[in-house]
């Protein structure tokens, strides 16, 4: 059984940065799809960015150019690299992983992810 864990999360000024941390742990790691979603306050939950299985990443049209995915294959951690912060950004952070999907695509739904994380809040401020 898989644990996927989060950190990172915090209080920033807008137009700050954070990076957020996922740690995937147990029986095996890859070759999952890895992806970071977040939910706003009465708002649904969106996926951020994501890896595929074949290790190719994917950025959501609202944060492309302000987020960075990358990833540590030797401590099973992948990262959210986040910048120029917005108010719209505050969100619950959720890391997710699964065996769905393709090499080259991530998948979108997050009913297709196996193990999640317990979350981590990001609250920016103006």
């Known amino acids: 059984q898989e644990q996927v864990v989060e950190s990172g999360g915090g209080l920033v000024q807008a137009g700050g940065s954070l990076r957020l941390t996922c740690t995937v742990s147990?029986?095996?790691?890859?070759?999952?799809?890895t992806s970071w979603y977040r939910q706003a306050p009465g708002k649904e939950r969106d996926l951020v960015a994501a890896?595929?299985?074949?290790?190719?990443?994917y950025y959501s049209y609202s944060v492309k150019g302000r987020i960075t995915i990358s990833r540590d294959d030797a401590k099973n951690t992948v990262f959210l690299q986040m910048n120029s912060l917005k108010p719209e950004d505050t969100a619950v952070y959720s890391c997710?992983?699964?065996?769905?999907?393709?090499?080259?695509?991530?998948?979108?739904?997050?009913?297709?992810?196996?193990?999640w994380g317990q979350g981590t809040q990001v609250t920016v401020s103006s």
């Open positions: 890896f595929s299985r074949g290790g190719y990443a």
């Open positions: 997710a992983a699964g065996a769905a999907g393709s090499f080259l695509n991530p998948p979108i739904a997050e009913d297709q992810y196996e193990y």
């Open positions: 147990g029986r095996s790691y890859r070759p999952y799809a």
